[in-house]
């Protein structure tokens, strides 16, 4: 791929390469990308999960289900999907183009990103940013729920109008607090409560089983595992995608969920966050909330904004600034009228959020067994590969149907849903993709020619 203009750069500074592979003058190496996945994906919703934990295991349960279940899984999955952004340079949902066809990724990525995270994520994050300050700085109006979720809600929609590199310039300045912050709660904790005997002895509260644990971390994960080609499309080579997220999903994420888990073993309470405040930790409390839900709604947001240009083309920042609005005066509204119920909200999005899994079989099947083995498309960085006048499929009905399997599976059989879902999804796609090519069954349906993604 031949390397930009000076004046292409310049168009492209805010658009973040949003419908197009990124070049290769643009990408980073493995430290910037452990730092961007781990402060991304691993802040302050890992702590409040395990604070879940050792609200129900002991701490050796713990330790197994997040080592041996939980992480191996989402290690797995979030490598085989970095890896597909380090190969193709392309946004998640650009890439779904190929497995779903433009109108199945376009109907798909706006569905389950732009609506479920751009917008409604976004929306729930900042109205918690808003509930968060108000109760820290109670009685001024700047710091009212609807006040902090409106310039909450603006910062962090200025830090996705930047595009990677806000992400990048703020994973270098949180996640060493994070780290440092979760050390220093673990060993007051530890030093306040018994030493760390009383980690391994102490019991939890209430039960939860192993099988409902590993479970709890595969879903709380899952989400960013798929996603993870917004950032890796970033990475100079998939081994550096693959070997920071199996990086960050072995050191940093355990780090972070077992020492909550330690903490609220100790402290006998299950919300991190006021264990911490209770240790004396009140200003890193406050560092954690701020800085940890300004970059994972930063993240929403981006994921949001990339899908949105994918569905709707125009520029990313632009994209950025709408779905940002949306959920913002979202958030807003939910701080004013204070007690409106976000339960039938959160159970919406949850709903087509739970659906993600299904889509990420079919882009595994797709770009690891369909293109390479029935296609013969031995070279990874050619399998999804967009190129200007060529023409490419507006509906690939195996990527449907098979979506809609993994889909089924992921409500209905027993089991880790997120896990069954990507699995039946996956091997329907390669199954069907396979009947229909030896019966000569034309599976994709209309054409269109690739323009380039630039979007003025």
Do not use: C
């Amino acid at each position: 791929m031949t390397s930009p203009t000076a004046r292409e750069r310049r168009r492209f500074i805010f658009d973040d390469y949003s419908l197009e592979e990124v070049p290769t003058t643009e990408r980073y190496g493995l430290y910037n990308l452990f730092l961007t996945l781990s402060a991304s994906f691993g802040a302050i919703a890992v702590l409040f999960a395990g604070g879940v934990l050792g609200g129900g295991l002991n701490f050796v349960d713990s330790t197994i289900a997040v080592l041996t279940g939980g992480t191996t899984a989402l290690a797995i999955i979030g490598a085989l999907s970095g890896a597909i952004g380090a190969y193709s340079g392309l946004s998640t949902y650009v890439g779904w183009r190929f497995p779903f066809g433009r109108v199945g990724g376009k109907v798909l990525g706006l569905a389950l990103i732009t609506i479920t995270t751009g917008i409604g994520w976004f929306a729930v994050e900042s109205w918690f940013f808003g509930v968060v300050m108000s109760e820290i700085f109670p009685h001024n109006p700047f710091f009212s729920v609807w006040a902090a979720a409106l310039w909450g809600g603006a910062l962090m929609i200025l830090s996705t109008y930047i595009g990677y590199k806000a992400l990048s310039f703020l994973s270098y300045l949180i996640l060493p607090q994070h780290v440092w912050l979760i050390a220093v709660g673990l060993l007051l904790a530890v030093s306040l409560h018994g030493g760390w005997g009383a980690v391994l002895t102490a019991t939890p509260k209430s039960h939860m089983t192993l099988a409902q644990a590993i479970t709890d971390t595969v879903g709380l994960y899952i989400a960013g595992s798929l996603i993870a080609p917004d950032i890796t499309r970033f990475a100079k080579r998939a081994k550096d995608a693959v070997t920071a997220w199996t990086l960050h999903m072995y050191v940093f994420y355990p780090f972070l969920i077992l020492g909550a888990v330690a903490i609220v073993l100790l402290t006998g309470n299950v919300i991190i966050t006021e264990d911490m405040l209770k240790l004396g930790m009140g200003i890193g409390v406050l560092l954690i909330i701020v800085l940890g839900q300004w970059i994972i709604n930063t993240v929403n947001l981006y994921s949001g904004s990339l899908s949105f240009t994918n569905a709707i083309p125009m520029r990313r920042d632009y994209a950025s600034i709408i779905v940002g609005v949306i959920g913002t005066l979202l958030a807003a509204y939910w701080g004013y009228t204070a007690g409106a119920s976000l339960t039938p909200f959160e159970g919406f999005i949850s709903l087509l959020g739970s659906l993600l899994p299904a889509a990420g079989g079919s882009v595994f099947a797709e770009f690891y067994i369909v293109r390479r083995y029935f296609d013969g498309i031995k070279d990874p960085y050619q399998r999804f590969k967009l190129e200007p006048g060529k023409e490419y499929p507006e509906i690939n009905l195996v990527g449907i149907l098979s979506f809609a399997a993994g889909a089924v599976a992921g409500f209905f059989v027993p089991g880790i849903a997120a896990i069954n879902a990507i699995l039946v999804a996956f091997t329907m796609h390669i199954v069907l993709a396979y009947v229909f090519k030896r019966a000569n069954i034309r599976y994709e349906i209309g054409k269109y020619a690739y323009r380039g993604g630039v979007v003025k």
